[in-house]
């Protein structure tokens, strides 16, 4: 199978997998859940649940069906997109060419179904695998450590208020963006490896590759926003310049940029061929995103 | 050691506790664990941590020590008020005598700090009781189903609605009181029970008692915001009632709310006594919620 029809079905898979763990919308209370089902039926390009799904097949889903992991990673995925286009982070209508969920439905509700997708992601790793506890309890701790305070909600707790202070330095915008973007590609990697049934000294190549693919992925979204328009992103276009806000690009330039995302994205090449399995899908996935365009 | 002391032995083992397992304020991001501290250590009654012990003690602690579930329970807790005080939400200003973590930080960081608790409350779980993962699964799955979207999230969310209607009648006001606040308490005693090593047997008793306990709690919550003043409250009192707010008081009328109070909480007593060990401590726990003043 190209590439493409593998990504296809992954994609597929993933979806298949987010329809069947969320509450029905007919569930009370059935505006929350029509909410959450609005967020995570939006599409996107499922990354995350993807490198899951990647990542556990190397290993040969030894241990477990990875797909519960892969939709309670869109989950917080989801989640955190959720809240940060709020009225008091980004401020932002558009996401995955639609109106964002405060718009289409109001703050409070789409705070709630934040709120409530993040709950549900560890609800559905506790009882997916509850005949695996060992497995189950790896699962949210690889997940609540790099969703918690000290990683994703660290990195946009400092992009807000690097924002407030009119720019970064690169020491900072590296925390932001490997905490902010990276902890959860890093984690994604991680997670399927540990469905798959990794030997232990597999986890540090995973953990590599998906921190530097984390990265590069960051700097091309910083790419696109200060180079494409609104109607291709499916989200605002232009918004870190008018934000005034610190970017691989403000920071070091176009070209710099793309240099960088590129060796990140070898880097990433590099940790993945290390690992066992056929790892040309994560090959090849790595370096489809540095030539995406949206 | 008589009722009162043995309540103040398990607020400060939950305080204890709750030090210890939040990030300190000086780990970055550095405002965001300030904002989470900030909101956990504001005090309030410790309702839940302290049923979360006690429930275990019923058992004599024998599976694991219950002091990580308790500190779990409370950041959930403590997350729900602050999204719930949120503009978007309540927009209240004072709560458990101090200002509200949006007044006292911004929208932004209250926000995160909400996300924050919530998912540490599930990294704690996973941490603390990494060696016994069973436990660990069985108490994850117990609280994220309880802080879930077809519980606490459905209560708060009908809630909403509700008061977006201008009342709600006795049934969708049960759903409601079911839902954002008997769920919580009812999670706090079965997932004590579980670090207790209750035998199966006894959850179901000990999510009645929940149950009944958390509807009387409410009731009381109800008929003090509507005879109570805001300094003894240490919240803004009144705020029911000017919200147009469908509560036990506005539906029932007081005296019938009263009756109702001491009927459920008389109910849960009759299956606390059904449970083994000395359940001295939380009859009286139970009947000591019926007079408090905040």
Redo the contacts between chains.
């Keep these: 199978m190209d590439f493409a029809s593998e990504l296809q079905v992954l994609v597929a898979r993933a979806e298949g997998g987010i329809d069947r763990l969320l509450?029905a919308a007919s569930?009370?209370?059935a505006?929350?859940?029509a909410a959450?089902r609005y967020s995570m039926q939006a599409g996107g390009k499922r990354l995350r649940p993807v490198l899951v799904l990647a990542a556990s097949g190397l290993f040969g889903d030894r241990r477990a069906d990875p797909l519960a992991a892969a939709v309670a990673v869109e989950c917080v995925h989801t989640?955190s997109l959720v809240?940060d286009d709020?009225?008091?982070?980004d401020d932002d209508d558009l996401r995955r060419g639609r109106p964002t969920a405060h718009r289409a439905f109001?703050?409070?509700?789409a705070?709630?179904a934040?709120?409530?997708l993040?709950?549900?992601a560890?609800?559905i790793?506790?009882?997916s695998?509850?005949a695996d506890?060992?497995l189950?309890?790896?699962l949210?701790?690889e997940?609540?450590?790099a969703?918690?305070?000290?990683r994703l909600?660290?990195g946009?707790?400092?992009d807000?208020?690097a924002e407030g202070r009119g720019g970064a330095d690169p020491q900072a915008l590296r925390?932001i963006h490997e905490n902010k973007t990276a902890a959860m590609v890093e984690a994604s990697l991680v997670m399927g490896g540990l469905c798959g049934g990794a030997p232990a000294g597999a986890a540090a190549g995973l953990r590599d590759a998906g921190r530097q693919l984390g990265l590069a992925f960051q700097i091309i979204d910083d790419l696109l926003d200060a180079t494409s328009d609104t109607a291709t992103l499916g989200k605002t276009a232009g918004k870190d310049a008018r934000a005034g806000k610190a970017t691989v690009v403000s920071v070091h330039g176009i070209d710099a940029a793309r240099a960088m995302a590129r060796e990140l994205s070898q880097g990433a090449v590099s940790s993945l061929k290390g690992l066992p399995g056929d790892t040309g899908f994560l090959c090849s996935l790595a370096q489809s995103l540095l030539s995406r365009t949206h």
């Design positions: 509450p569930e009370p209370s505006r929350l859940h959450m989640y809240h709020l009225p008091c982070m109001d703050e409070a509700t705070l709630l934040g709120d409530a993040l709950t549900r560890f609800a790793l506790a009882e695998y509850g506890p060992g189950a309890a790896a949210v701790r997940l609540a450590d969703a918690g305070s000290r909600i660290a946009q707790m400092e807000l208020l925390f």
